[in-house]
């Protein structure tokens, strides 16, 4: 597993920051997990949940077929149409759509081999293609669109095409992805579009692949899928090299969301609401959201906003509107949000409204956003809505871990879930955590040894991750995340540096002014940091900085100094060489795409910006630094 596959809180930190609170949890249908611990000799531990999972189906469509019968008219799935409002997808109308979708790629002999590739993003015609391909046992692959439209030399996206050889490539607007499909797709797959065109290239509409007859061999094709059907590849966010494809199987699909329901069992008291923005790329938002929300019947409304200057506040209309009974973000996202749940008190009531449950992941939630998302929950309804995460990736589907409501806290994973097993490690001083279940991968495409080197040789998969206990005595009260194992290293005096738990708590002393840091000093007497700045953080100290200008930010004054006290304040936390960042920078210029050095959903690739950056990482080291090198008091 790589580090950017990662659900987890990515987390660490000490959360005394965070009041304690008298108000009450919302009261909530949970199954908190709970396990048996086998201790061996060698000191490894099996961690095994008590509660044995319940069947699942074989294949997800099965879901599709149920509701679409139960409650035709029910929204699966709305997205904004201009001024017109919402356009709405009924589950009778998937189902039918799915049908003539999958008849026209089945009539097109695709396959494993000849998979369904998508490069647009969230949306009712992506879902379309998805679910046709899904209910013809045709395997999809959503890439991210930052490839495509970010990247400027197409390298990641040539190598998938290679990689994957897909049989028809769809994306929604042929006139903003022609560039990238002129350069990557080859003469003899076919360009499947919702609107435009590509210069010198036959486009088919995907209004005519719905229009596609009906298969003469459409249902057995359906029920030949099986458990071991592949449904569906995931990317690997690419940030140890070219990405890898994750295959998806149906058992994956169906076993994780019987996990997440058992587990977060307040699904099953009324159809989840979701307002959800997380891309279909990845695996919280593509498999976790999209997914709880047909298996158990739900709504989910496609919010085309983002966490960013000009992009939050499509989020707040849409929420305005729409009261969610679950909502899932990053910490970012919700910490986005405060400012308009402060002063717009009709926004706050509709979003709390129904609410049973926050969930956030992919890094630890500051506990100033949890504290005020707690105050304003107590201000509209009396009672705190629990704030959940766990711990999982793209290769297990992804649910692995969960933390129960009353102990969930930032660096808090929790334990397995029903029908995972989890099995720790000794490594380097940590306990290395890995996982078994009928969720997790088989392996990854087309690349036989990096799939066998993925699993030890009981079978579990490596997750990379490490954890530490709540309580040494008590494993059933969970786990904190302790950082990758990978990203570990020692100092010139053999001292190791445990970088996940350092980079959470020096994120969280700096903020709201970086949004990650990377951490340098391998061979060196000294923890030197290069800090990714939150812009939007640093507004809040300088309001006149520009949105984009990431060297002027950088640069200013009142950034400079205001860092300068937290570095300084955070240096007297230390404890040790292991602990103690001496000098840092602000880094002015952005991290690349291409590079492998930041992944298309942002996370960091530690190792590839170090090897990038040498000489900054000589400047810094440098006997007399420069001047944009900062030193701690």
């Known amino acids: 597993m790589t580090a950017q596959a990662k659900t987890s809180t990515q987390g660490g930190t000490d959360d005394t920051a965070r009041s304690a609170s008298v108000h009450p949890l919302r009261a909530i249908s949970f199954?908190?997990?709970?396990?048996?611990?086998?201790?061996?000799?060698?000191?490894?531990?099996?961690?095994?949940?008590k509660q044995p999972l319940g069947d699942f189906p074989q294949r997800i469509t099965d879901r599709l077929h149920h509701f679409a019968k139960a409650t035709p008219e029910r929204v699966f799935m709305a997205e904004r149409v201009g001024p017109e409002g919402w356009r709405e997808l009924t589950y009778a109308t998937l189902l039918a759509a799915s049908r003539h979708i999958a008849s026209g790629l089945l009539a097109r002999g695709l396959s494993p081999d000849r998979p369904v590739m998508i490069l647009s993003g969230n949306s009712i015609d992506h879902a379309l293609v998805a679910f046709g391909s899904l209910y013809a046992g045709v395997p999809f692959c959503p890439v991210s669109p930052a490839y495509s439209l970010v990247s400027?030399?197409?390298?990641?996206?040539?190598?998938?095409?290679?990689?994957?050889?897909?049989?028809?490539?769809?994306?929604?607007?042929?006139?903003?992805?022609?560039?990238?499909?002129?350069?990557?797709?080859?003469?003899?797959?076919?360009?499947?579009?919702?609107?435009g065109s590509v210069p010198g290239r036959k486009i088919t509409m995907l209004a005519d692949l719905i229009a596609s007859p009906l298969f003469p061999g459409l249902d057995a094709a359906h029920d030949k899928i099986g458990p071991d059907t592949i449904a569906k590849f995931l990317l690997t966010s690419g940030s140890t090299g070219n990405p890898k494809a994750v295959i998806?199987?149906?058992?994956?699909?169906?076993?994780?969301?019987?996990?997440?329901?058992?587990?977060?069992?307040?699904?099953?008291?009324?159809?989840?609401?979701?307002?959800?923005?997380?891309?279909?790329?990845?695996?919280?938002?593509?498999?976790?959201?999209?997914?709880?929300?047909?298996?158990?019947?739900?709504?989910?409304?496609?919010d085309q906003g983002k966490p960013v200057p000009g992009g939050i506040e499509e989020t707040v209309r849409n929420l305005r509107e729409i009261s969610p009974t679950v909502y899932f973000n990053v910490p970012k996202g919700y910490e986005s949000l405060l400012p308009y749940f402060r002063e717009d008190l009709g926004l706050r009531?509709?979003?709390?409204?129904?609410?049973?449950?926050?969930?956030?992941?992919?890094?630890?939630?500051?506990?100033?956003?949890?504290?005020?998302?707690?105050?304003?929950?107590?201000?509209?309804?009396?009672?705190?809505?629990?704030?959940?995460?766990?711990?999982?990736?793209?290769?297990?589907?992804?649910?692995?871990?969960?933390?129960?409501?009353?102990?969930?806290?930032?660096?808090?994973?929790?334990l397995p879930v029903s029908g995972n097993e989890a099995k720790l490690v000794p490594n380097n001083g940590k306990m290395e955590v890995r996982a078994k279940g009928p969720n997790v991968t088989p392996g990854y495409w087309r690349l036989p040894e990096v799939s066998a080197a993925a699993f030890d040789s009981e079978g579990y998969y490596q997750m990379g991750d490490a954890l530490k206990p709540?309580?040494?005595?008590?494993?059933?009260?969970?786990?904190?995340?302790?950082?990758?194992?990978?990203?570990?290293?020692?100092?010139?005096?053999?001292?190791?540096?445990?970088?996940?738990?350092?980079?959470?708590?020096?994120?969280?002393?700096?903020?709201?002014?970086?949004?990650?840091?990377?951490?340098?000093?391998?061979?060196?007497?000294?923890?030197?940091?290069?800090?990714?700045?939150?812009?939007?953080?640093?507004?809040?100290?300088?309001?006149?900085?520009?949105?984009?200008?990431?060297?002027?930010?950088?640069a200013?004054?009142?950034?400079?100094?205001?860092?300068?006290?937290?570095?300084?304040?955070?240096?007297?936390?230390?404890?040790?060489?292991?602990?103690?960042i001496t000098r840092a920078v602000l880094l002015g210029v952005?991290?690349?795409?291409?590079?492998?050095?930041?992944?298309?959903?942002?996370?960091?690739?530690?190792?590839?910006?170090?090897?990038?950056?040498?000489?900054?990482?000589?400047?810094?080291?440098?006997?007399?630094?420069?001047?944009?090198?900062?030193?701690a008091r």
């Open 470 to 554: 709540v309580d040494p005595n008590d494993f059933n009260a969970g786990f904190d995340f302790d950082g990758r194992v990978a990203e570990d290293f020692k100092l010139a005096s053999g001292t190791w540096v445990s970088v996940g738990p350092l980079r959470a708590r020096f994120i969280a002393a700096c903020a709201p002014l970086a949004r990650d840091v990377i951490i340098a000093g391998i061979n060196r007497d000294e923890i030197a940091a290069i800090i990714v700045l939150d812009v939007d953080g640093c507004r809040l100290i300088n309001a006149t900085l520009p949105f984009d200008d990431l060297a002027a930010t950088a």
């Open 152 to 195: 400027r030399d197409y390298g990641k996206l040539a190598y998938l095409m290679k990689l994957l050889t897909p049989g028809l490539v769809f994306v929604d607007d042929a006139d903003k992805f022609a560039d990238a499909l002129s350069a990557n797709v080859p003469e003899g797959t076919e360009i499947v579009a919702s609107f």
């Open 248 to 302: 998806n199987t149906q058992r994956m699909i169906c076993a994780n969301q019987v996990m997440i329901r058992e587990t977060l069992a307040f699904l099953k008291d009324e159809p989840p609401v979701i307002v959800d923005w997380l891309p279909w790329n990845h695996t919280f938002g593509g498999n976790h959201n999209i997914g709880l929300t047909l298996f158990n019947g739900g709504s989910m409304y496609l």
């Open 590 to 631: 952005p991290l690349s795409i291409d590079k492998g050095e930041v992944t298309d959903k942002g996370s960091i690739n530690q190792r590839a910006v170090l090897e990038n950056r040498k000489d900054l990482i000589e400047r810094i080291y440098a006997a007399t630094p420069g001047d944009d090198v900062i030193l």
């Open 31 to 49: 199954n908190d997990p709970a396990v048996t611990v086998d201790r061996r000799d060698d000191g490894t531990i099996y961690l095994r949940p």
């Open 349 to 414: 009531k509709t979003f709390f409204s129904r609410l049973h449950a926050m969930f956030f992941s992919g890094a630890a939630l500051a506990p100033h956003v949890w504290n005020e998302l707690d105050e304003l929950s107590v201000a509209e309804t009396g009672y705190r809505v629990p704030m959940l995460t766990g711990l999982g990736s793209t290769e297990t589907a992804p649910f692995f871990m969960s933390v129960n409501p009353r102990t969930s806290r930032s660096g808090h994973v929790g």
């Open 556 to 580: 200013d004054p009142l950034i400079v100094e205001a860092f300068r006290e937290r570095f300084t304040k955070f240096q007297q936390t230390a404890t040790g060489s292991s602990t103690r």
